[in-house]
């Protein structure tokens, strides 16, 4: 079975400075997905990032970037110029590769960011 | 469209009521999910129907029990539930890619569930 370990339960942050949060995972599995989503307040699970395991380059979106480290099974999330609106639950997840498609998402426990005026 | 949409936002029911979540999607996804969630916790699958046969239950009480009339819409039916089981149910949807490209999930925003 997969785990998915966020090891940092809270973090604050200054508005425009930058952040990281960690997750490491377990998993014997070769091919493999990993995603950080966002849950504010309003509780709509957002994607923010993903990540194939295949796939050496780190993924970025805009602010955010991964740093993804395959043998030490370890997917951080840097955001950048933190806003307000980044404030929210953070959940890092796991999803192994298969056929269809259907695959469920194994989630870590999430860290809570807050970013301060 | 990338909407996942949810049906009610909350909703406040005795142990000894039947009751029904909605979800629906027109994104053309053919996998539908159910998780739970509680507070301050992470979500947790329950259910996953591709191709509207349901393919994953992850051990979950028969007082939950989904149904997906179509491809578009995915309903979890509620009957003698317990106080233990308030939380926020989420719905989600990914596109079938037959393991081709990556499978995003698409969540809903939830129906909040209290069970008196």
């Known amino acids: 079975a997969q785990t998915v370990t966020q090891s940092q339960p809270e973090m604050s942050v200054q508005e425009a400075e930058t952040v990281t949060l960690s997750c490491t995972y377990d998993?014997?599995?070769?091919?493999?997905?990993l995603f950080w989503y966002k849950q504010p307040p309003s509780r709509q699970m957002i994607l923010v990032i993903r990540?194939?395991?295949?796939?050496?380059q780190n993924a970025t979106e805009n602010r955010f970037s991964v740093n993804f480290q395959k043998a030490a099974k370890s997917f951080s999330l840097k955001i950048s110029d933190s806003q307000l609106g980044d404030t929210a639950m953070y959940f890092c997840?796991?999803?192994?590769?298969?056929?269809?498609?259907?695959?469920?998402?194994?989630f870590g426990k999430g860290t809570k960011l807050t970013v301060n005026p | 469209d990338t909407e996942v949409t949810q049906t009610p936002k909350h909703l406040v029911m005795g142990m000894t009521n039947k009751k029904s979540l909605k979800c629906e999607q027109h994104?053309?996804?053919?996998?539908m999910y159910w998780y739970k969630q509680k507070a301050k916790k992470p979500p947790e699958l329950m259910f996953v129907?591709?191709?509207?046969?349901?393919?994953i239950n992850e051990s979950v009480p028969s007082r939950f029990s989904p149904e997906c009339p179509n491809s578009s819409l995915l309903n979890l039916h509620l009957h003698a539930l317990q106080p233990e089981d308030s939380a926020l149910y989420l719905c989600?949807?990914?596109?079938?890619?037959?393991?081709?490209?990556?499978?995003?999930?698409?969540f809903g925003p939830g129906t909040r569930l209290t069970v008196t």
């Open positions: 989600a949807s990914s596109k079938d890619t037959s393991g081709r490209i990556l499978p995003l999930q698409y």
């Open positions: 998993t014997s599995e070769n091919n493999y997905y």
């Open positions: 990540q194939e395991a295949y796939k050496q």
């Open positions: 997840a796991f999803m192994k590769h298969a056929q269809g498609g259907s695959e469920k998402l194994v």
């Open positions: 994104m053309g996804h053919r996998a």
């Open positions: 129907y591709s191709y509207e046969k349901l393919s």
